[in-house]
């Protein structure tokens, strides 16, 4: 079972970007459906996006869609979620998840492995 480390959270202006990332030490993350997930003060954990363990197949929830890009360097056991014209909505502790199937997978349920999170936060 991998171990999932975010980092790339801070503070950032409305219409700026970020990119965070998630990696582990461990050779089977290559393996692993990666997802990443969001949760704001006071609101239910979301699904944000995930990539398929090749990085052939991506999935995003439709606030994210044209404004995030998820993809993987396995080479370097990193997934990064590149972030652009951030609204303050978007502020939350941002969570990156591993399914050990390796398909495409979008349900909290399916990703068994958690990493502790990377707060966002868009001031308007």
């Known amino acids: 079972q991998v171990q999932l480390v975010e980092s790339g959270g801070g503070l950032v202006q409305a219409g700026g970007s970020l990119r965070l990332s998630c990696a582990a030490s461990e050779r089977a993350f290559s393996s692993y459906t990666i997802g990443w997930f969001r949760q704001a003060p006071g609101k239910e954990r979301e699904f944000v996006a995930s990539?398929?363990?090749?990085?052939?197949?991506?999935s995003y929830k439709d606030f994210a869609r044209g404004r995030f890009t998820i993809s993987r360097d396995n080479a370097k056991n990193t997934v990064y979620l590149q972030m652009n014209t951030l609204k303050p909505e978007d502020t939350a502790v941002y969570y990156c998840?591993?399914?050990?199937?390796?398909?495409?997978?979008?349900?909290?349920?399916?990703?068994?492995?958690w990493g502790q999170g990377t707060q966002v936060t868009v001031s308007s």
């Open positions: 990539i398929s363990s090749s990085g052939g197949i991506t």
């Open positions: 998840a591993g399914d050990p199937t390796g398909t495409i997978a979008t349900i909290e349920s399916d990703f068994h492995v």
